[in-house]
């Protein structure tokens, strides 16, 4: 999960050219001014402090939170569509589904790879390459199981080593070429993947707070997809979001609600000590837009327009196949 791959070529130009950091971070100002104003509240130290602070070690077997307290939710698959259209937009700058792509972002997290941004440093690609390779056991990249179950075995503490890449050299190409392979099934098993294990459980903590227009679940999808449910990052994820937002009062609107939910996760964006989050708060600001004409926009049946990043989302788009990647 979490890819930053617009955001970190953003700041690759901007690095390379004269521009002040300040420019860098588009919706980081007036009211979201970097600044103890919006920041204090968070306490994030400097980046390796706040590192070694979310050192969590899992107990239960699981990095994640457990959702059993939340109530069943369910999407329409319109608004399934849409809302990772509205996401791989965000996450890889246009509409076409990002299934082959592979890069190591950096960002301590190994390879970041697909539709929502896989990593191999974090379990998720694990997981998605061992039930691929339980229903195509020759698939190419069963061969770098081995090197990534290793990986999950290391202290979460030691992000640099669970971030390390050199044992997977071929990887990127295995993966494109699956996810280009139209008969491997290995793009439908991505979406199939994340419809399960992000964007239910994304729509799960919306109706937790009573959240269950369209618009509302892909702002929570879209939240869950960068900043993850896992409580040993907890620095950054939905539920720090929620708790620092506090909860949905009784007579209060979806809108009103959305609102204050995106303007908190837009500081947390903006105030993250590194330069890779604060870039990211465009997709905070384009959601806020869309909520404050909330009427219009909310069941995602419009063409849904992404100022920052100058895409309509239409609902309409080829999203089988990773056009941009595949010949
Ligand atoms: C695992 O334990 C952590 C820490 O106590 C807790 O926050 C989390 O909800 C638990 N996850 C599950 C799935 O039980």
């Known amino acids: 999960m979490k890819l930053f791959l617009v955001a970190s070529l953003a700041i690759l130009v901007l690095a390379s ?3 002040q950091s300040e420019d860098t971070y588009k919706a980081c100002h007036n009211n979201f001014e970097i600044g103890p104003n919006i920041c204090a509240k968070f306490n994030f130290i400097s980046s390796e402090e706040a590192v070694k602070k979310g050192c969590v070690t899992p107990t239960n077997g699981t990095t994640f939170y457990d ?3 939340l109530p069943q ?4 698959p ?4 849409m809302a990772s259209l509205i996401t791989n937009v965000f ?5 076409h589904f990002a299934f082959a792509s592979c890069n190591d ?3 301590m997290r190994g390879f970041t790879s697909g539709y929502a941004g896989f990593t191999t440093g974090t379990g998720d690609s694990e997981s998605l390459i061992e039930s691929f390779t339980s229903f195509r056991p020759n698939n190419k990249l069963a061969p770098f199981l081995s ?3 290793e990986i999950s075995q290391l202290p979460h503490c030691d992000r640099r080593s669970r971030g390390g890449t050199s044992k997977l050299k071929g990887y990127c190409e295995a993966w494109r070429q699956e996810a280009c392979d139209k008969n491997s099934g290995f793009s439908q098993l991505q979406k199939d993947w994340v419809f399960k294990n992000y964007m239910i459980p994304s729509a799960r903590y919306a109706a937790q707070s009573g959240i269950y ?5 892909a702002i929570f999808y879209d939240v869950i997809i960068q900043h993850g449910f896992q409580y040993v990052e907890p620095d950054i994820n939905i539920v720090r979001v929620l708790t620092l937002t506090g909860p949905r009062a009784p007579e209060e609107t979806e809108q009103s609600f959305l609102k204050r939910f995106l303007t908190t996760r837009r500081e947390l964006q903006c105030c993250y000590p590194d330069n890779v989050w604060p870039a990211s708060a465009t997709r905070s600001e384009d959601f806020l837009s869309l909520v404050e004409n909330f009427e219009y926009n909310k069941n995602l049946d419009v063409p849904i327009k992404l100022n920052n990043f100058e895409r309509t989302v239409t609902g309409h788009e080829d999203f089988n196949k990773d056009i941009k990647r595949c010949i």
């Open 17 to 19: 050219s004269s521009y």
């Open 67 to 69: 959702l059993s307290d």
């Open 73 to 76: 939710a369910h999407i329409q």
């Open 78 to 81: 319109n608004t399934a569509t």
């Open 91 to 95: 996450e890889d700058g246009d509409v």
């Open 105 to 107: 972002i950096r960002d």
């Open 147 to 149: 090197n990534i179950h």
């Open 213 to 217: 227009s369209p618009l509302g679940q």
